[in-house]
């Protein structure tokens, strides 16, 4: 069975919004400043982007003020064909817990992920509709670590359930990932180095020591 070209179908509604003289709203969520550093570069000349920041996976609470504030910085300092905009949701990690309830234990990736994947762009599916916008999307597939088909599954279930279309992209595509990483660093944009919940915190904390018990060990041979 052949896989959907999200990139390309992406590039297709671009191409025809070009042709027609329309720049659309986008509502664009968010996970972050470097992850959505390339994608803004990438859609600010075809879009009129609001930035939606809402993620309440996030732990510690510290570290959504860091990230939301270096989300506005790149906003403030990335050159912009159309006005970027920013539009911030509730901080609710009580919403987080009680929908990954039973799942704590699941590997980074796994069905945890994908419920929290849902809980976001519904939310965003939301806030489009309230909003007038023409699309609504997530930054959350520039990623290596996330699964591009499931969110694009989601955010066709979101666009028919909000009546809001979905921009179907998969951002990591033409060395986006790349991208934002040097981005990040023309910016000096701060990058966590966990997706955000504290369960995924402590799978990368488990990780490093795993990998400082290995170099001792390859230093003792």
């Not at 939301?68 to 906003?75: S, Y």
């Not at 990335?78 to 987080?96: D, R, T, V």
Request: glycine content about 4%; charged content about 35%; hydrophobic content about 25%.
């Amino acid at each position: 069975m052949n896989r959907r070209n999200y990139q390309r179908e992406m590039e297709a509604i671009i191409k025809q919004n070009q042709e027609s003289g329309k720049i659309p709203r986008l509502l664009l969520h968010s996970c972050c400043a470097p992850c959505s550093s390339y994608v803004l570069e990438t859609l600010s000349s075809c879009f009129a982007i609001t930035v939606f920041y809402y993620n309440p996976n996030i732990y510690p609470p510290e570290e959504i003020f860091h990230r939301k504030e270096e989300q506005k910085r790149l906003i403030a300092q990335l050159p912009q064909e159309n006005p970027i905009a920013y539009l911030e949701g509730s901080y609710e990690p009580e919403a987080f817990y009680q929908a990954v309830k039973g799942h704590e234990k699941d590997k980074e990736g796994g069905e945890r992920c994908f419920i929290c994947y849902r809980l976001r762009l519904e939310e965003a599916a939301r806030q489009a509709k309230a909003g007038g916008y023409d699309y609504f999307t997530t930054t959350l597939s520039i990623s290596p670590l996330k699964n591009a088909d499931k969110l694009n599954e989601i955010g066709r279930e979101m666009e028919e359930k909000y009546g809001v279309s979905y921009l179907y992209s998969d951002f990591k595509k033409k060395n986006g990932y790349r991208r934002s990483t040097e981005l990040s660093r023309e910016y000096s944009l701060y990058r966590q180095d966990y997706c955000g919940c504290v369960f995924s915190l402590r799978e990368r904390e488990e990780q490093k020591k795993e990998m400082k018990e290995q170099v001792k060990a390859d230093k003792k041979r």
